[in-house]
């Protein structure tokens, strides 16, 4: 079976740092693009970074370029998000998905609160 | 960006009755390789999103044939032929075609 499990969320303090990781397991990893969407309470989906398979090339939301960081290690099969200068606004459900154009398998998600 | 406008944002249907949801972008979606990277998704309370349909009507395996998404250019419609009681949930359109990707602002679909 195809699978995303994710881990790292938790309550961080403004300006905190934090690392989302997310482990793929049933799916040949290293040929499928990567991407992070996250859901703000209440709220509906948002885009927020895509890596290519190599992780040569990445892609983010201007709400978060210059703060966050998109990696993957092929060999462990793991796609990582590194969250840094965290605002109150990014409180979200951040959910990992496989793919780009054509997101299709989801991660449970990981909750970020960020809060003082 | 791409602006992707739902409508409704809430449709209350009966079951065993039609319901239709409608996605427009503000740009078109044809990618230069020819293809609409349009692509529908639902959310059950508390659950990840499940990909419904992907390139506008391409169903995905496993969703029931009641689904079907049709459109072209900047015009997208998801139609359920007739609503069951596990249909509760909100639906999202998402275009995969122009940076950044961009989602609707979801339709809740609730039973009368």
């Known amino acids: 079976e195809e699978q995303l499990v994710q881990s790292g969320g938790g309550l961080v303090q403004p300006g905190g740092s934090l690392r989302l990781s997310c482990a793929a397991s049933?799916?040949?990893?290293?040929?499928?693009?990567m991407s992070w969407v996250r859901q703000a309470p209440g709220r509906g989906l948002e885009w927020v970074s895509t890596?290519?398979?190599?992780?040569?090339?990445?892609f983010y939301a201007d709400s978060v370029k210059g703060r966050f960081t998109v990696s993957r290690d092929n060999s462990k099969n793991t796609l990582y998000l590194q969250m840094s200068g965290l605002r109150d606004e990014d409180t979200a459900v951040y959910f990992c998905?496989?793919?780009?154009?054509?997101?299709?398998?989801w991660g449970k998600g990981a909750t970020v609160i960020v809060s003082s | 960006d791409v602006v992707m406008t739902q409508s409704p944002l809430s449709l209350p249907v009966t079951l065993g009755q039609p319901a239709s949801i409608s996605c427009r972008s503000s740009q078109s979606l044809v990618y230069s390789d020819g293809n609409i990277y349009l692509n529908w998704f639902q959310q059950r309370p508390g659950q990840s999103p499940r990909r419904l349909i992907y390139?506008?009507?391409n169903r995905d395996s496993g969703v029931p044939d009641r689904f079907s998404g049709s459109g072209s250019g900047t015009d997208f419609t998801l139609k359920i032929s007739r609503v069951e009681a596990e249909d509760v949930g909100v639906y999202y359109c998402?275009?995969?075609?122009?940076?950044?990707?961009?989602f609707g602002q979801g339709t809740k679909v609730e039973i009368k």
């Open positions: 998905a496989r793919g780009d154009r054509l997101v299709d398998v």
């Open positions: 049933g799916l040949i990893f290293s040929t499928y693009a």
């Open positions: 390139k506008v009507s």
């Open positions: 998402m275009q995969g075609t122009h940076w950044p990707r961009t």
């Open positions: 890596i290519s398979t190599s992780g040569g090339s990445a």
